[in-house]
């Protein structure tokens, strides 16, 4: 498995890679993305990759795209819109204070053939590198990805019950994955 970190504009150039990996890592449940959800992916990272200290991670095995994650610092104030206003429902002034000036991982995704084999933690890993703190949301119906950053270490932010599940990773923890 081969392992590229990418600016926004490698990210840009290699779209089709991201866009095949992100399609098939979000078909299924709890995702159920469609061809709408993908075209949305698209013009996200058209509009991420511009961001301010973006970066993606790109894994091929054999030359074939396996899996992505794209990040970027979190920058003050706290964001609106997309998830945000859900994280800020959830954590209160809690966002603004632990969030901001955190790296945001915004995309991880793993093909399914490639599952199973670290390698989303080795994503997280070469994507958070040099960021003293980390942090990410998925939806509370993603167990497998729950259980994943459980596993590497990650602390939740939020409980059980509530609508997004948000994790946070600092330099200073014990377990960095």
């Not at 150039?13 to 866009?19: F, G, K, V, Y």
């Not at 013009?43 to 993606?56: C, E, Q, S, V, Y």
């Not at 167990?143 to 950053?149: C, G, H, N, S, V």
Request: some cysteine; proline content about 6%; overall charge negative.
């Amino acid at each position: 498995m081969k392992l590229e970190r990418l600016t926004g504009e490698e990210a840009l150039a290699r779209t089709a890679e991201l866009i095949e990996i992100y399609s098939v890592a979000f078909s299924g449940p709890p995702w159920y993305e469609d061809g709408y959800g993908t075209a949305d992916f698209a013009k996200r990272l058209t509009t991420d990759a511009r961001r301010p200290g973006f970066t993606a991670v790109l894994a091929t095995h054999d030359g074939n795209p396996a899996g992505f994650g794209t990040a970027w610092p979190t920058q003050a104030l706290f964001p609106v819109g997309r998830a945000y206003d859900r994280v800020r429902a959830e954590l209160g002034d809690q966002a603004e204070k632990r969030l901001v000036g955190a790296l945001e991982v915004d995309e991880l995704a793993v093909s399914p053939p490639a599952r199973g084999q670290g390698l989303a933690g080795r994503i997280l890993d070469l994507l958070c590198a040099g960021a003293t703190d980390c942090w990410l949301l998925t939806a509370p119906q993603a167990q497998d990805a729950i259980r994943l950053y459980e596993r590497l270490g990650w602390q939740r932010l939020t409980s059980p019950e509530a609508k997004v599940a948000v994790f946070i990773r600092s330099q200073d923890d014990a377990c960095l994955g």
